[in-house]
Structures are given as structure tokens and as C-alpha cells.
């Protein structure tokens, strides 16, 4: 299994540009999730997913969309971007169940100049 | 969820145990405590959890105090490659779906 996969790693966007940041898991996970860390910060919760078709906002969805039209594939939409959007965005994973173990991503590095 | 405080850092031989603590005072019953770990630049990563035994597995020790109030994660031969970021996070199923990383401890594994 590759686990859970985050395209691109990296990226430079210009202010007022949009972009999708991609996520796949192989793992036939239900519950998806997306967050973002800034520099020195621990990770905040943006959206999340309990299913295909169900997404919820996590503490600061602002600026953001998503979607989750299979169980495999979560990708996170920045519309209009904004300096205030750089940060690393991890996505991660766990099965239904009364666990809460995540399994994340190699992280995506985004910079809004 | 149940706030935990950590040590912001500390140190550790190579080849010696790291014993990282955790107090998380509010604790309920139903609540687990869960330990993950980011290194630099990677996403964190799912070290152990437990509710109120001791738990071992092949990366860590988990050891909770008998009141639950605080709980040990024990490294037993630290490496290089175990310098990290190390968080201890409570939560039980009724909080929702989101996992709470507050500042953690910085282990820096010296050799």
C-alpha cells in the first residue's frame, strides 16, 4: 500500500490565483481529513470527510473547498489565494471505528506570494 | 478533549531511553490518550495509544498512571532518526473528528 499521497509537494502561487491540492489514499479509508500547519504552529483542522458525497468544516475551512466524490480521493480547492494561505497542508486518513489513529500525508509546502 | 502539557524540549543520548512525559489532569474516562510524532518536514505519524494499561509496540512504551492524569511514552533505544516533534493528544469519540496538536515536545536525539 503507498498509504496516503499528496500531490504537488510543493508550490508558488501569486495572490488571487486558485489551485487544487491532491490527496489518494489506498487504503480504503472512510474518514478523511485536511490540515494545515504553519511555520512553528501545530496542525489545524480546514475540512474533513466521514464518506464519499459527505464533507464538514473543520476550524478554518475559510478559503477553501472540497470535495470527496469517491472514497479514494479527497482534494482540497483554494479559490483565490492569499498570503495568508502559505503554509504546509498535510491530508490524512483512519478507518470507521472507534480508534482516532491517522495515517497523513507527505504534506504539501505552499507559498502565496 | 482533555488539554495535555508537555516539555517543549529535551535531550537524549543515542542508545539511551526517552522518557517523554504528558499530564493531561482533565481527563475523562471514555477519553484515550494518543501519541504521535512529526519529524521535520513529514507529516506526523502514529507512534501508539492507550486508555488506562500500559501498552508496548514495536516503536514505544506507553505507560499511564494508575488515576490517568498523566502518562510516559517511553523511547527504549533512542536514534538519530527518532529526533522529532513528539505529541501527546486525549480525546474520546464524542469530540468530533478532529485530532488537537498543541505545541508538543522537541527531542533532539544527541549522539
Known amino acids: 500500500n503507498a498509504g496516503v499521497t499528496q500531490t504537488p509537494k510543493f508550490r508558488i502561487l501569486k495572490i488571487g490565483q486558485s489551485m487544487t491540492l491532491q490527496c489518494t489514499q489506498d487504503m480504503n479509508h472512510n474518514y478523511m481529513y485536511w490540515y494545515r500547519q504553519d511555520p512553528g504552529m501545530g496542525l489545524k483542522l480546514i475540512y474533513y470527510?466521514?464518506?464519499?458525497?459527505?464533507?464538514d468544516k473543520g476550524e478554518v475551512p475559510n478559503g477553501y473547498n472540497v470535495s470527496r466524490s469517491t472514497t479514494e480521493d479527497f482534494p482540497l480547492r483554494l479559490e483565490l489565494a492569499a498570503p495568508s494561505q502559505t503554509s504546509v497542508y498535510f491530508c490524512?486518513?483512519?478507518?470507521?471505528?472507534?480508534?482516532?489513529?491517522?495515517?497523513f500525508g507527505p504534506g504539501t509546502r505552499l507559498l502565496v506570494l | 478533549d482533555a488539554k495535555t502539557t508537555q516539555p517543549p524540549s529535551m535531550d537524549c543520548a543515542e542508545g539511551r531511553a526517552a522518557n517523554l512525559p504528558c499530564n493531561h489532569s482533565?481527563?475523562?474516562?471514555?477519553?484515550?490518550v494518543y501519541w504521535y510524532r512529526q519529524i521535520h518536514s513529514q507529516g506526523p505519524q502514529y507512534i501508539i495509544h492507550?486508555?488506562?494499561n500500559n501498552e508496548t509496540n514495536e516503536m514505544a512504551s506507553l505507560i499511564i498512571t494508575e488515576d490517568r492524569k498523566s502518562s510516559t511514552l517511553i523511547l527504549p533505544h533512542a536514534t538519530l532518526r527518532d529526533t522529532a516533534v513528539y505529541y501527546c493528544?486525549?480525546?474520546?469519540?464524542?469530540?468530533?473528528?478532529?485530532?488537537?496538536f498543541g505545541g508538543g515536545t522537541r527531542v533532539l536525539v544527541k549522539p
Open positions: 470527510s466521514v464518506g464519499a458525497g459527505i464533507t
Open positions: 492507550g486508555l488506562k
Open positions: 482533565t481527563i475523562s474516562g471514555n477519553e484515550y
Open positions: 493528544i486525549v480525546r474520546g469519540r464524542a469530540a468530533g473528528n478532529k485530532l488537537t
Open positions: 490524512a486518513s483512519r478507518e470507521t471505528g472507534n480508534q482516532e489513529t491517522q495515517y
